[in-house]
């Protein structure tokens, strides 16, 4: 994969991180889907990780807590991805 190929799906994993993020903050009469959200919201901060070469937090590929999100969102900002 080129470097090209890499900030690209970079940039497309960053708006689908934006994407959940919003849907996440907003109302939804459905917990289910809220909760498959935040799953694909998580599962997608890991893929992002591995790609911006970010550590990903010990046990957070198996169940993500909110530090070990914290801690992804803010090593993916430092690494230059916009989460918005």
């Known amino acids: 994969m080129t470097d090209d190929a890499d900030g690209d799906k970079a940039a497309r994993l960053g708006e689908r991180l ?3 993020r919003r849907r996440l903050a ?3 009469a459905d917990v289910d ?5 935040l799953y694909s919201y998580d599962e997608t901060l890991v893929v ?3 790609l911006l070469d970010v550590p990903v ?5 198996d169940e993500m807590g909110a530090e070990a999100r914290a801690a992804l969102e803010s090593g993916l900002t430092a690494a230059g991805l916009d989460l918005g």
């Open 26 to 28: 907003g109302e939804q």
């Open 18 to 20: 934006r994407t959940l």
């Open 57 to 61: 937090p010990s046990g957070a590929r």
């Open 33 to 37: 889907a809220w909760e498959l959200d």
């Open 48 to 50: 992002a990780a591995d």
